[in-house]
């Protein structure tokens, strides 16, 4: 993609969305901070920088406030937002101190990494079963739909206590909602979450289990605990967030691996390599590309350019993460190198709630997928990546699992 050195917002397309690095590479240079459209028709000003961006994610100047939101995005052109923002946003990444904090705060036990190790063997005990039953489909699959997100999608519908029934009902939901598809089906798609979500919310309450979504509906703090809305906007962001983001990682992942033969003989040959290799895949082609929406409360400057106050701002994290000025020869897949301070989970008080699981979960993955398929490859190209500015996916991951 070739963009204006001018005023002109650059226009956010498939090409794009497939290599969003070879954008980023042009702007870093030439408009580090600088007005984009996306596919939506929502204008707004990326950040792609790392120290910028970096300085973004924590600055208390970009608002996230979701009964604001709307409003703001309306003025700069989106079309869908209105037609359901109020029925799913209002959870704690939508939020900004002081609600941010008691929202975080009534859920963030359940996440501790002690917490999440606990659930490893029941993590390998899934990763084993699908591993089992791709052997059965092959010799040919698309490691997507048979691996990479029946794993994490299993993983947190058993800590959420969704119904198994369900989770492709939810996979096809989210699916529409994370992409910039026509407007009544995203609409549709929301409602028909919302509903799932607030009669799952009102069964747990009624009949409380074991599950961490029963934990939720109870959650009190000094006092404090979560209204209905509240719990199922939070149930919204813990069954998305808590498997996309993990969906990708392991399919971007497997991806660089496969398309380099000796990283991944070097990755066979030492296991005990996959959590630091993780790190790799989470800076080099990290799950989500454009962070989530905020917006200015007053004028910022950035690289010596000055946001006004009342402006989307979406902060690019594999933009970030592809900085040559903090990762030397960041194009190169390099599972030795420094990864430390990668912002593929974000940075500041909006930090992943969530990292701790899918460093679990791919950890797992990767480990089960290298030492039952050795001889995986590609069985053709991988499709085009989903048309959304907030995930970097894959629509097919296609390959041989035994060459």
Known sequence: MTIDHDTRPVVLDQDFFDDPDALYRE?????PVTRATGPNGLTFWMITRYDDARAALNDPRLRKDSRRLPEVLQRHGATSFRQFADSLVGHMLNADPPDHTRLRKLVGRAFTVRAIARLRPRIEQIATELADAAEQAGPELDLLDHFAFPLPMTVI???LGVPGERREDFRHWSNLLLSSGPDEERAAAAASMAQFLSELVADKSAHPGDDMLSEIVRASEDGDSLSSAEVTAMAFLLLVAGHETTVNLIGNGML???RDPGQHARLRADPDRVPQAVEEFLR???PVNLATIRFTDEPVEYSGVTIPAGEVVLVSLIGANR?????PDPQRFDPDRDTSG???FGYGIHHCLGAPLA??????AFRTLLARFPDMALAGAPGQHRESTLIHALTALPVRLNA
Not at 27 to 31: F, S
């Open 157 to 159: 519908s058993e800590i």
């Open 284 to 286: 080099y082609d990290g």
């Open 27 to 31: 702007l870093r240079d030439a408009r």
């Open 323 to 327: 900085d040559p000025g903090r990762y």
């Open 359 to 364: 460093r679990l979960e791919a950890d797992v």
């Open 256 to 258: 660089a691996l496969l």
């Open 342 to 344: 990668h912002l593929a």
